[in-house]
C-alpha cells in the first residue's frame, strides 16, 4: 500500500509518487489533492491502483488522479493516463464500464421564488417523464437497424428524430457523435441490453437534479452561459446503461488472451489492454464509441422529456419557462487527442475515467461562443450538496491533458452506506431541507447519502487552487430524482 510518506509535496494541491517508487513504473503519478483529502482515501487502493497504471505500454507525461479519486476496477475513479497514439495500449479499465457516463446541464430563465410553489408538481413529472431503475425501459423501441444508426450517429440521430436542436449538439462535447463507430464490433448481448433503455437513467449515482444558481463566481462566463443567480437549472447525470456495461465486459474479458499475445505484463489483471494499432484494439475502440454515441443520444432524449416535464408545469404560469442548453460532457471516455507534451505536439489516447474534459481558452472544438472563456465542466455534488459548473484553464491544457476533477468521490461503499444510512429518515431529512426527492428505492437512495462522498467543495477548492479548472457558479438542489 502507498503511504503517505512515499508522497512528494510538490504544492498545497500537488503531490508525486515518483517513478522510483516501484520498478515497473514507466512515468511517475501526479496527485491534486489536499492533505486532508490524500488521508481520506489511504484506507482504499486508489494510489496503489494509480502506480499499476503508470506502468502500462507506451505512456507518456505522468498518470494523473483527481482530489475526487476513489478505488475502482484496476484503475483509480478520478484517473487520467495518455498512451502514445498508435503504438501505446488502450484499456477498458481505465476508461470504465460506464462508457460516456457524464452530465448535462441546461440553463432556464425561472426563478426559485416563481418556482418553488410548483417544484413538488415539476418533482412528480421529471420522475414520469425520464424512467429509472436498474434495467429500466424507456418509451422507445428501437429495432437493431435503428440501435445501429444511435451507434454511429449519437446525438445527431436524436436530432434527425426531433429531440435535439443544433444548439444542443453544439454546446455538447464532440457535438454528440465520436466518429470511427462500429456496430459490428458490438455483441449481439450488448445490443440486447441496450435496445430497450435508450432515454433511461438508471440507478446508482445517476440522477436528474434541478438546482438554483446560488451564487456566481466570473460573471463573464457565466452570462455566456445564460446562468443567473436565483434562477433553476437542470441537470443530467447518466451514460450508456447496460449497453456500455456490456461493451466493456465483453473487451475486458477478451483482452484477458491479447495481453497473453502481445506479451503485455501488468500488475494487476484488471488494467488488461492491447496495442491501439492492433485488431483487438482497434475493435474495442470502435465499440467504446458506439457506446459513448449511444450515452449522447441517451442524455438527449432524457433532456427532451425533461423539456416536456417543464413545459407541463410551467407553461402558461410563467413566462419564458424554455430549458436552453449549457453543455454536455463525459467523464468516463477514452479520446484521440494531440497535446504538446515536452514542448512538443503528440498524439495520444487520453484514458479519463471519473475525470472530465477540462480545454482552455481557444481549444478547437469548442462552439465560438465558449473559445474565450473555456470549455464549461460540470462538477456534480451528492444529493443534499452543491455541484459546480467551472471552466476549462491554459494550465489544464499544459499539465493535465485538458482534464480536472468530475464529482465529489466516494468515501463510503454503497454496502456500508447502506448499513448505516436508512433511506426513509435521509429523505426527510433532505426534503425538511427544502429538496423535493423521488426514488426508486429508499436502499438506492441510503446509498448515495451526503455522508458517503467527500466534500464537493474541498474537491472544487483544490482543482481551483492548481489552477486546472476556475470557478463559474455554484449550484443548491431543491428537486433530485434517482432510479
Not at 146 to 171: F, I, M, N, P, T
Request: aromatic share 6%.
Amino acid at each position: 500500500m502507498v503511504a503517505l510518506q512515499d508522497l512528494k509535496q510538490i504544492s498545497d494541491y500537488e503531490w508525486e509518487i515518483p517513478r522510483t517508487y516501484r520498478q515497473d513504473m514507466r512515468v511517475p503519478v501526479r496527485i491534486f489533492a489536499t492533505r486532508r483529502l490524500l488521508e481520506k482515501v489511504m484506507d482504499d487502493n486508489s494510489l496503489e491502483q494509480a502506480v499499476n497504471a503508470a506502468t502500462l505500454p507506451g505512456l507518456v507525461g505522468e498518470v494523473l488522479v483527481m482530489p475526487d479519486m476513489h478505488q475502482g476496477y484496476g484503475f483509480p475513479i478520478g484517473g487520467v493516463a495518455a498512451t502514445r497514439y498508435p503504438d501505446g495500449v488502450i484499456s477498458p479499465g481505465a476508461i470504465g464500464y460506464d462508457i460516456n457516463c457524464g452530465v448535462r446541464l441546461l440553463a432556464s430563465q425561472i426563478s426559485y421564488q416563481d418556482a418553488v410553489d410548483h417544484l413538488s408538481d415539476l418533482a412528480s413529472a421529471l420522475n414520469h417523464y425520464c424512467p429509472s431503475g436498474v434495467g429500466g425501459k424507456g418509451a422507445l423501441r428501437m429495432s437493431e437497424a435503428e440501435l445501429d444508426q444511435v451507434c454511429r450517429e449519437g446525438s445527431r440521430w436524436a436530432l434527425k428524430h426531433s429531440y435535439a436542436s443544433e444548439a444542443d449538439l453544439r454546446r455538447t462535447e464532440e457535438s454528440g457523435r465520436l466518429e470511427g463507430a462500429d456496430p459490428d464490433k458490438v455483441s449481439k448481448r450488448a445490443k440486447e441490453r441496450g435496445r430497450p433503455q435508450l432515454g433511461t437513467l438508471g440507478a446508482g449515482n445517476h440522477f436528474i437534479e434541478v438546482d438554483v444558481v446560488d451564487h456566481i463566481f466570473d460573471p463573464q462566463a457565466a452570462q455566456v452561459m445564460g446562468l443567473a443567480e436565483g434562477n433553476l437549472v437542470l441537470q443530467i447525470h447518466c451514460g450508456s446503461r447496460g449497453f456500455g456495461h456490456q461493451i466493456c465486459t465483453d473487451y475486458v474479458e477478451e483482452f484477458q488472451d491479447a495481453v497473453r499475445r502481445y506479451n503485455i505484463h501488468l500488475p494487476d489483471r484488471e488494467l488488461v489492454c492491447a496495442p491501439l494499432s492492433s485488431k483487438e484494439g482497434q475493435s474495442y475502440l470502435a465499440a467504446m464509441r458506439c457506446a459513448a454515441n449511444y450515452a449522447f443520444a441517451n442524455r438527449q432524449v432524457l433532456a427532451f422529456y425533461a423539456r416536456k416535464a417543464f413545459e407541463e408545469v410551467f407553461a402558461g404560469k410563467l413566462h419564458n419557462w424554455q430549458l436552453s442548453q449549457v453543455y454536455d460532457i463525459a467523464h468516463n471516455m477514452g479520446k484521440i487527442e494531440t497535446h504538446v507534451i515536452a514542448g512538443k505536439e503528440v498524439k495520444v489516447c487520453v484514458h479519463r475515467k471519473g475525470a472530465t474534459r477540462a480545454f482552455g481558452p481557444g481549444a478547437p472544438g469548442l462552439p465560438p461562443e465558449y473559445q474565450v472563456i473555456g470549455q464549461p465542466v460540470l462538477v456534480p455534488g451528492s444529493m443534499g450538496t452543491a455541484s459546480w459548473v467551472l471552466v476549462g484553464t491554459e494550465a489544464s491544457m499544459q499539465r493535465t491533458f485538458g482534464s480536472t476533477c468530475h464529482g465529489a468521490g466516494r468515501v463510503m461503499s454503497r454496502h456500508k452506506a447502506k448499513r448505516e444510512v436508512r433511506g426513509e429518515t435521509l429523505r426527510k431529512e433532505l426534503e425538511s431541507d427544502g429538496i423535493h426527492i423521488r426514488a426508486g428505492s429508499m436502499a438506492g437512495l441510503a446509498e448515495e447519502a451526503p455522508v458517503a462522498y467527500k466534500d464537493v467543495d474541498a474537491v472544487v477548492e483544490t482543482v481551483a487552487g492548481a489552477q486546472i479548472a476556475r470557478k463559474v457558479a455554484r449550484l443548491r438542489p431543491v428537486v433530485v430524482v434517482k432510479g
